[in-house]
């Protein structure tokens, strides 16, 4: 595991912070961020490509692995830094 990755033990507490989640969705309905997000990590959770591919993604594990950084990222610099103490 590197430092852009969210460990498993993690993931059950931070998808219960309601704020937090709410902030996610908003992040993932905005096409320019995640379209920065796969340019910055290359990633493709804008699922761009032929069906092939995207099926070798998923087939992989590649698309669990983005969605896992794409929360941890969200984390770490969107809510971190506005989240209510």
Not at 2 to 11: A, H
Not at 36 to 65: C, H, P, T
Request: charged content about 30%; hydrophobic content about 40%.
């Amino acid at each position: 595991m590197t430092d852009d990755e969210l460990p498993d033990y993690l993931i059950g507490p931070i998808l219960r912070d309601l704020g937090f989640i709410d902030v996610l969705i908003h992040c993932a309905k905005h096409k320019g961020f995640v379209q920065e997000f796969d340019r910055l990590f290359g990633a493709n959770l804008s699922q761009k490509g032929s069906v092939i591919e995207l099926l070798v993604d998923q087939a992989s594990g590649r698309m669990d692995d983005d969605l896992r950084r794409f929360v941890w990222f969200v984390k770490r610099h969107v809510w971190e830094p506005i989240k209510p103490t």
